[in-house]
T-cell receptor
Framework: AQSVTQLGSHVSVSEGALVLLRCNYS??????LFWYVQYPNQGLQLLLK??????LVKGINGFEAEFKKSETSFHLTKPSAHMSDAAEYFC????????????FGQGTELSVKP | DAGVTQSPTHLIKTRGQQVTLRCSPK?????VSWYQQALGQGPQFIFQ???????QRGNFPDRFSGHQFPNYSSELNVNALLLGDSALYLC???????????????FGEGSRLTVL
């Protein structure tokens, strides 16, 4: 069975500082990995995804993530935080064959201090 | 191009009642999945519909049922509501048949259900 663990339910950074949100996964097959962002009272928006190929993937709003198979990790980073980045971030995994069944982590709430 | 639309956006029910939530997928998508997101939690997979049939189901009781129509829109029905059913219900659409299917989902803004 697949699972996702997000380390840290709350992360607080200063504006301009590095953002690092941690995600570890468990999967018996090569995984497809996703990061979604959820702003208050809204649905989920895809930030970036890893399916195959290059292990460093770039997404929207300056975010990127690196797939590390040996560490079963897919951490999300952004070099410089902006106030507008404050939101809930979810890491998710699928096996790519189930066409829509994503397993989500518990989420990490990112706060950005001025 | 309209994205995934859900209705209603908010609703309040009492225990024991029944509720129906509706979803229209993104144009060109043929698969609809439903997720339940309890407060402070990640979304949990309820079920997925493709070609008007339930294709996969998560760990939810039979009180949760659904339907997909020929135009790919979908409904989620919950019977005998419990307090614990209070949550944001998210609909997501995708293409099952695309050769480039990567499992990416497009989400609606959700229907927030409060059970009193």
């Amino acid at each position: 069975a697949q699972s996702v663990t997000q380390l840290g339910s709350h992360v607080s950074v200063s504006e301009g500082a590095l953002v690092l949100l941690r995600c570890n996964y468990s999967s018996s097959v090569p995984p497809y990995l996703f990061w979604y962002v959820q702003y208050p009272n809204q649905g989920l928006q895809l930030l970036l995804k890893y399916t195959t190929g290059a292990t460093l993937v770039k997404g929207i709003n300056g975010f990127e993530a690196e797939f590390k198979k040996s560490e079963t990790s897919f951490h999300l980073t952004k070099p410089s935080a902006h106030m507008s980045d404050a939101a809930e971030y979810f890491c998710a995994v699928s096996d790519g064959n189930q066409g829509g069944k994503l397993i989500f982590g518990q989420g990490t709430e990112l706060s950005v201090k001025p | 191009d309209a994205g995934v639309t859900q209705s209603p956006t908010h609703l309040i029910k009492t225990r024991g009642q029944q509720v129906t939530l509706r979803c229209s997928p993104k144009s060109g998508h043929d698969t609809v999945s439903w997720y339940q997101q309890a407060l402070g939690q990640g979304p949990q997979f309820i079920f997925q519909y493709y070609e008007e049939e339930e294709r996969q189901r998560g760990n939810f009781p039979d009180r949760f049922s659904g339907h997909q129509f020929p135009n790919y829109s979908s409904e989620l029905n919950v019977n005998a509501l419990l307090l614990g059913d209070s949550a944001l219900y998210l609909c997501a659409s995708s293409t099952l048949t695309s050769s480039t299917n990567t499992g990416e989902l497009f989400f609606g803004e959700g229907s927030r259900l409060t059970v009193l």
